[in-house]
């Protein structure tokens, strides 16, 4: 009994907090968020940097150079550079 308990309990919370439901809004897009917001909040992860991140992943997922004004990839582009003299 307390393993199905704890099964169900996990299960409710995960599909309540994490399940991604498509890209349209739906009855648990203000949950999702308002979890997302405290989590990034207790881990320290401001905005700026997630928009970043944000950014990365969708260059890296179209094929595209890295995002021009990313910090990150400036440094590493420099570093490369460096490498290659």
Do not use: M
């Amino acid at each position: 009994k307390t393993g199905t308990a704890v099964a169900t309990a996990w299960t409710a919370w995960y599909g309540l907090f994490y399940i991604d439901y498509g890209p349209h809004d739906h009855c648990l897009t203000d949950i999702q968020r308002w979890y997302r917001k405290k989590l990034d909040g207790l881990l320290g992860i401001d905005a700026a940097a997630k928009q970043i991140s944000h950014r990365r992943e969708k260059a890296n997922k179209d094929g595209l150079p890295n995002v021009v004004g990313d910090p990150i990839s400036q440094s590493t582009s420099a570093a490369r550079s460096d490498a290659n003299r």
